[in-house]
């Protein structure tokens, strides 16, 4: 009983703990380069302690999550990657090259240009498919994994085949599919959607985004997004997650909806916590990322107790 007291108030205390971001600390990580067969990708690193890998979504680059990188860095290496094809990681040309085998082994060569033997996977929206899928292939490398706004990729899938809701919301993604599709996407649209009325980040997005190729953000979705009649592909042949899992999900979220969660504890080996946010969108590090940062180290801390 006295240690299920103790958990609960180091919960309390660092739920009600803010951690005001400084906005020099981007400016102090280091900036690394991993080598995937060729393909560089980037990373900011900063702090110390066991690795902590954060995998950004669409449209995004490593900048996403400075709050959670400050939050964490004073107890573990955090490493917040860009995806291929955004900011300073290569850009390969060709939907091939954006297979999600490719895209989990981005990942793993972070780990091992770390040294490590193992990390904390961290992963939104794509970042979040990406996350998922690279627990479930390489457990070995995965110690914890949390994932924002991205419903287990298997339950996604069969959400979409209930031509119902989900469906509805996702005719984004199968417009995204399309061959040409990147030609309606700009770095100034991009940028402002993110921005949110910030100047000053309005001209930190558009930097990455202009530095980055809209044709490879749209492979994401030609590569891997389910297709009809989604009754087959990667998505729905992902291995069980045998990690604990911290999940967290806005719930105005309109993108990806809220009945995905449904069943997940189907799909995994151990502890699930979800944490759902009324009231927040798609991205929920950006639009409480006090809350989103105490609740992961929250979390992290009760699995190392």
């Keep these: 009983?006295?240690?299920?007291?103790?958990?609960?108030?180091?919960?309390?205390?660092?739920?009600?703990?803010?951690?005001?971001?400084?906005?020099?600390?981007?400016?102090?990580?280091?900036?690394?380069?991993?080598?995937?067969?060729?393909?560089?990708?980037?990373?900011a690193k900063a702090g110390s302690g066991p690795l902590a890998v954060f995998i950004h979504g669409f449209p995004d680059f490593w900048?996403?999550?400075?709050?959670?990188?400050?939050?964490?860095?004073?107890?573990?290496?955090?490493?917040?990657?860009?995806?291929?094809?955004?900011?300073?990681?290569?850009?390969?040309?060709?939907?091939?090259?954006?297979?999600?085998?490719?895209?989990?082994?981005?990942?793993a060569a972070i780990i091992e240009n770390e040294g490590r033997e193992s990390a904390v996977i961290i992963g939104h929206d794509w970042g979040g498919g990406i996350a998922w899928s690279f627990a479930a292939a390489r457990p070995e490398l995965t110690t914890h994994?949390?994932?924002?706004?991205?419903?287990?990729?298997?339950?996604?899938?069969?959400?979409?085949?209930?031509?119902?809701?989900?469906?509805?919301?996702?005719?984004?993604?199968?417009?995204?599919?399309g061959l040409n599709s990147h030609e309606n996407i700009t770095a100034e649209r991009l940028a402002t959607s993110l921005s949110r009325g910030d100047e000053d980040l309005l001209a930190i997005y558009l930097e990455a985004f202009e530095n980055s190729s809209a044709d490879a953000m749209m492979n994401?979705?030609?590569?891997?997004?389910?297709?009809?009649?989604?009754?087959?592909?990667?998505?729905?042949?992902?291995?069980?997650?045998?990690?604990?899992?911290?999940?967290?999900?806005?719930?105005?979220?309109?993108?990806?909806?809220?009945?995905?969660?449904?069943?997940?504890?189907?799909e995994l080996d151990q502890d699930w916590t979800l944490v759902t946010l009324p009231g927040v969108g798609h991205f929920p590090h950006h639009e409480t990322p006090e809350k989103v940062t105490n609740m992961m180290k929250a979390w992290l801390q009760l699995q190392s107790d």
């Design 145 to 177: 994994l949390i994932i924002l706004n991205l419903p287990h990729v298997k339950n996604l899938a069969q959400e979409l085949a209930k031509m119902d809701e989900q469906h509805r919301n996702s005719q984004y993604a199968r417009n995204f599919q």
């Design 63 to 107: 900048y996403t999550w400075r709050h959670q990188m400050e939050g964490l860095a004073s107890d573990y290496t955090v490493a917040a990657m860009d995806t291929r094809g955004y900011n300073m990681s290569d850009k390969p040309v060709g939907v091939e090259n954006y297979d999600m085998e490719l895209l989990i082994n981005d990942v």
């Design 220 to 266: 994401y979705y030609r590569a891997n997004f389910p297709r009809e009649p989604y009754t087959s592909g990667a998505f729905l042949e992902v291995e069980r997650i045998k990690m604990p899992v911290l999940q967290f999900h806005g719930l105005n979220d309109t993108a990806l909806i809220a009945n995905s969660l449904n069943d997940t504890w189907k």
């Design 1 to 43: 009983m006295h240690r299920i007291i103790r958990k609960l108030l180091v919960i309390v205390c660092l739920l009600n703990t803010g951690s005001v971001f400084a906005a020099e600390f981007a400016d102090t990580v280091e900036h690394k380069f991993a080598d995937n067969d060729g393909v560089s990708i980037h990373y």
